[in-house]
């Protein structure tokens, strides 16, 4: 039963990845001929490293820029750039995204629930100066941003199957809290797209068409 519980996860985050590939896929219009340079923060966690293969396969692995605050493994050097990049360090990021020549970011960082509710001082640091810094950068550079949010940013009393767009909002860790504001942030500086992805592959999204036109 382990087994197969563990089996239904890795399918459902090796969709999920492609899915987002597709959706990040999206920022570059038909008009672009040359391949984004993307910059992926967070990329040794659940789904950067999946993502960062699969969108390798379309643009090539020179133009995927990996980057997180531990030490990769060694498969991970070998497959394409990898930088080391705090996004508490705004100058530090941002000197990563001018020398690499970023075009779009996909921002993955964050501290999730387990973490984020033995440390809210950290979480709220990370997931919400953190995401702060790099919206900030990409409205300074003139980058595309892609942030996938998370059914985390819903609670009990939102409505289910289907969950209407605009609905209530109340979750109750603060990794929820901190993705409503990242999205309600977003709403001002950029679009978001928001996921949501159940073990059995149903998957819902959100998003403003407007963002891939920037």
Known sequence: NEYKSYLRIMICQHQYSRILACQVR??????????????????????????AKRMRQLYGKERVVCTDIRKPPKIVL????????????????????????????VHFSALLSA??????????????????????????????????STIGAFGPETPK??????????????????KVYMELLGEVRYALIRFTCYYEARVGMRYDREFYDR
């Open 115 to 148: 973490l984020g509710e033995q440390n809210v001082a950290l979480a709220l640091q990370v997931n919400i100066e953190g995401f702060h810094n790099v919206i900030e950068l990409c409205k300074n550079h003139e980058l595309k941003l892609f942030c996938p």
């Open 161 to 178: 199957n289907p969950t209407p767009d605009l609905t209530i909002q109340r979750p109750k860790t603060i990794y929820g809290v901190s």
């Open 78 to 105: 070998q497959d394409g750039p990898y930088r080391y990049a705090n996004i508490l360090n705004k100058n530090g990021l941002e000197e990563i995204l001018v020398e690499n020549r970023i075009d779009q970011v």
């Open 26 to 51: 999206l920022l570059t219009t038909n008009s672009e001929k040359t391949p984004p340079r993307t910059l992926i923060t967070g990329s040794l966690g659940q789904l950067g490293l999946t993502l």
